[in-house]
Every structure is written in C-alpha cells, then in structure tokens.
Nanobody
Framework: QVQLVESGGGLVQPGGSLRLSCVASKSISSIYVMEWYRQAPGKQRELVAL???????HYTDSVKGRFTISRDNAKNTVYLQMNSLKPEDTAVYYC?????????WGQGTQVTVSS
C-alpha cells in the first residue's frame, strides 16, 4: 500500500503559477506510474500529466507547454508545476499512483484560478 498527500493548491490570478506536491508514504522509485488528475465541478475526472518510473512523461493537450511533472525520489515527492494558469484550470487536483496493479489516490487539493 501507499498513502498520498497533496498540497500546494490555492487561489491564483489568471496567468499565475502554482506548484503542487504529492508526498508518498513509500519510495516512489518503486511505483510504476505517478499521475496527476483533476476534476472540475460537474465534469469527469481527467488525466493531466503522468510520469513513469523510466521518466517518460505525458500531458493532456490543454496543459502542454504550461504544466510540468517532475519528481524527487529522495523526498518521495512528485510535483506539478503549473504556469500561465487559466480559469479553466480550476479544479480539484489529485495525485494517483499505480503500484503492483493497484491504483492509489490522494485526497486532492483545490486550485482556483480567478481574478
């Protein structure tokens, strides 16, 4: 099992930046895929970005060039750097880990982009 705790959300103006953190309860080097999802009110949860244990990354089209996923294995932490934020980025952001065929979710952190 692995527990995930997200932080770093908040209120930011359009064009601003935030960095989300996801701290895992065990070494993330053993986790095959780390992902960031988001869910806006009234919408389905969607994949935002992922990083594999081999450092392959993938981004949904709407965030390419603006968001960057990274990780620090020594801190068991995955980050999501979000730049040039737009109102449509407003959502609860969740961290997810795939380990031994089981998906684990964090509790989410709210990101609100508004002037």
């Amino acid at each position: 099992q692995v527990q995930l705790v997200e932080s770093g959300g908040g209120l930011v103006q359009p064009g601003g930046s935030l960095r989300l953190s996801c701290v895992a309860s065990k070494s993330i080097s053993s986790i095959y895929v780390m992902e960031w999802y988001r869910q806006a009110p009234g919408k389905q949860r969607e994949l935002v970005a992922l990083m594999t244990s081999g450092d392959t990354t993938h981004y949904t089209d709407s965030v390419k060039g603006r968001f960057t996923i990274s990780r620090d294995n020594a801190k068991n932490t995955v980050y999501l750097q979000m730049n040039s934020l737009k109102p449509e980025d407003t959502a609860v952001y969740y961290c997810k880990a795939l380990l031994a065929g089981v998906h684990y979710w964090g509790q989410g952190t709210q990101v609100t982009v508004s002037s």
